[in-house]
Structures are given as C-alpha cells and as structure tokens.
C-alpha cells in the first residue's frame, strides 16, 4: 500500500528501530525490495536516486514503484534520494513523491540553508516531505583519511542551524559511513561516529537518516539507531546481490534467452538482502506490534 513517509516516520519509533530506504534502479530491484517487505510484512521506504531517474526516466521508475508498492498490504513510502536538481525534485513532487532529498551540501552553508528552505516551502505547500543534508558524506572517489575526515562529519551546532533555519522533516549527516563499494571491497572500515548522532539527536528531535550504511557492522547499527536514526539508506549492498546473482543466472543457463527465467534468481537475491537489512534494522519490530 503506497502511503505518505509521514505515516512511517513517527516521533514514537525513534530510538526503537529504523526504516531501511532502499534504492531502486529498475523494475527487478523494486520487486525484490517490494517482496521482501510484503513477505515479511515490514513496512519499507523505497528511493530513487538522479543517476537512476536519468536511467530510467522519472515518470517510468515512479510508475514502477508506486504501482508495486500499491500490490500489496504492506505500507511503503517513496522518496527521492540525492537531489541536486531542484526542478526534478518538485516535478517528482507533483507526481507523487511523499519525500524527497534536496542535497546542497556541496554549496556553502548559506546556499544550502537557501535552497533547502526554498524546497521545504515547496514541498509543504504540496504536503511532501523534504531531507536536508548537512556536512559532507564521502563517496568511493573522495575517501580521505581519517583525520581529513573529521572535519567533514556533520558539527552539532551546525546541524541545530542549519534544522531551525530550513524546517527539514528529516536530516541526513555525516557520520563517518561512507557511500559505495569501497568500504566493502576497498578493505577499509568507517568508524561511525555514534556519539555525534546522539548529540544531535539531543538538541533537534528531527529523525535522522544514516546515509551509505551498506556493509556497516550489525551493532553499530543499533547503536546508531538507539542514538537517533530513523532512516538508513542501502543501495551497494542490494547492487551486490543483483550484479552476483545475475552473473551466476547466466552462468548456470548458459543456453537460456528468456529474461524472466535470467531474472527470477536475481529478483530472488535481491530479495534476501533487503530481508536481511529489514529483520536487521530493528523493522522486525513491527511485526510484534
Ligand atoms: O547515495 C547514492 C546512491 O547509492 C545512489 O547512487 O547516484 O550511483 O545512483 P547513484
Ligand atoms: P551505500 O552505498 O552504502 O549503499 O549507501 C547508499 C546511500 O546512502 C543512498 O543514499
Ligand atoms: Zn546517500
């Protein structure tokens, strides 16, 4: 059942659990996500990013997401991750997008204060959601050593700014993960810094969204949720079990040309991991409830 993030994202849940918000690229990705949270009756929040809507058109991938996640009983919530393009965001938002990520974290701190405000105003009047970002998460191609990496995690006071003076619903950080493959292949381990989240958490009871959260250690993860957040974005670690599963589909049926038979096991795969991030992510939860 599509429904707004609003009705996921509660004041209540915070501390307890958090919601895994998956990104999607295509229709197989977002059955898997879909099959996983129905199966285990799991409410999921599912995202897609710019480089993905420049994939596979934005009308396309939303069409994809909303019409599955409206398949079936369980709640699911799209958002749009990463947006540097302020127009897509709110062509994204009249299509029916319940959230969406404005990033101008790259800007100075006045321009993203600027532009995120301006989009906040735009997604209320709409009754949409936005995330802000502040302090800069690093990406495979700017990882830097530990110290250089300090002084890009998100700084309390700035963070405390930075929420009164936009009005954001949620806020992602940086908190020492790191997006992409390297921290799985790359043989390095982000320390994520749980004590910055819960001094955050302590000041603004904004809910907090821990950003390349692929690969992190289980225990630092219910750490992280304990110290405040809400929302925890996955991508590599779903891309893993897609890129692996294909390769082994077309392995296994060399002969094969249909691609529902190439794609079933990859569905397959991604489907356990996002199960395995759902049951991890405290969501299992829910199903107590
Ligand atoms: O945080 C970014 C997501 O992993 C999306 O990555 O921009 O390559 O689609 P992308
Ligand atoms: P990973 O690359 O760790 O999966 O992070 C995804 C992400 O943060 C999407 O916004
Ligand atoms: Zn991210």
């Known amino acids: 059942m599509l429904v707004h993030i609003k009705d996921l994202v509660i004041p209540d849940m915070v501390g307890k659990f958090a919601y895994p918000a998956f990104n ?17 009756n799991t409410p999921v929040i599912i995202e897609v990013s710019e480089g993905a809507v420049k994939y596979a058109g934005l009308t396309t991938i939303y069409e994809i997401m909303a019409t599955l996640a409206d398949s079936v009983k369980v709640p699911v919530a799209l958002h749009m991750d ?5 127009e897509q965001l709110r062509r994204g938002i009249e299509l029916g997008f319940s959230s969406v990520m404005i990033d101008h ?28 970002e ?20 998100t700084d309390p006071d700035e963070a405390e700014q930075f929420y009164r ?4 619903d949620t806020l992602a950080g940086s908190f020492g993960t790191v997006h992409g493959i390297i921290k799985i292949r790359g043989g390095v381990t982000p320390h994520v810094d749980v004590a910055r989240i819960n001094a955050i958490h302590q000041r603004i009871k904004v809910p907090l969204v821990l ?6 250690d289980e225990n630092v993860i219910h750490a992280a949720i304990e110290a405040g957040i809400a929302i925890i974005n996955i991508d590599t670690e779903l891309r893993l079990a897609y890129g692996e599963s294909l390769r082994k589909s077309l392995a296994d049926q060399p002969e094969e040309v249909d691609p529902r038979y190439i794609m079933k096991p990859v ?4 489907k ?18």
């Open 134 to 153: 502040i302090g800069k998460i690093r990406g495979s191609e700017d990882w830097v050593n530990v110290s250089d990496s300090e002084a890009l995690l």
């Open 267 to 270: 569905i397959e795969a991604v």
């Open 272 to 289: 356990k991991a996002a199960e395995r991030k759902l049951l991890q992510f405290g969501t299992k939860n829910l199903i107590k409830q």
């Open 165 to 168: 003076a936009t009005g954001v």
């Open 82 to 86: 990463h947006g540097k393009d302020m």
């Open 105 to 132: 974290s790259g800007l100075s701190t006045e321009e993203n204060i600027r532009d995120t405000k301006a989009m906040v105003e735009f997604a209320h009047s709409h009754g949409a959601w936005v995330q802000g």
């Open 211 to 216: 950003h390349g959260a692929s690969g992190v």
């Open 24 to 40: 999607t690229q295509n229709l197989e990705t977002t059955m898997g996500i879909i099959q996983a949270a129905d199966g285990l």
